[in-house]
């Protein structure tokens, strides 16, 4: 129903700065609860940040919090996810998924629970 297109991966060192784009289209991004996960080689995809679809409220991995932020673009039907201060450990595929919403617990840090996914784009930290 709706397609995710992600950009603005790169190379950066370490400390640097990079945003993430999820283009959207098909249907509004504010119609989704929207999560940004990561995958390193031979590593499970994992949790990022959310952004809730209804109110906006936002949530973070631990491993980011303070250093990413996750927002969304209405009129441009786009997330993104700023990323600083950024770490070797932070390189890997991004992808932007997008969830129906639920209400109970924090079921938005599980991949499962998202049915559509981007491309992926790479980000790579230098140390």
């Known amino acids: 129903q709706v397609q995710l297109s992600e950009s603005g991966g790169g190379l950066v060192q370490a400390g640097g700065s990079l945003r993430l784009s999820c283009a959207a289209s098909g249907r509004p991004v504010s119609s989704y609860t929207m999560g940004w996960f990561r995958q390193a080689p031979g590593k499970e995809r994992e949790f990022v940040a959310r952004i809730n679809w209804s109110d906006g409220n936002t949530d973070y991995a631990d491993s980011v919090k303070g250093r990413f932020t996750i927002s969304r673009d209405n009129i441009k039907n786009t997330v993104y996810l700023q990323m600083n201060i950024l770490k070797p450990e932070d390189a890997a595929v991004y992808y932007c998924?997008?969830?129906?919403?639920?209400?109970?617990?924090?079921?938005?840090?599980?991949?499962?629970?998202?049915?559509?996914w981007g491309q992926g784009t790479q980000v790579t930290v230098s140390s």
């Open positions: 998924a997008a969830a129906h919403p639920y209400y109970v617990g924090s079921w938005y840090r599980n991949r499962y629970m998202y049915h559509t």
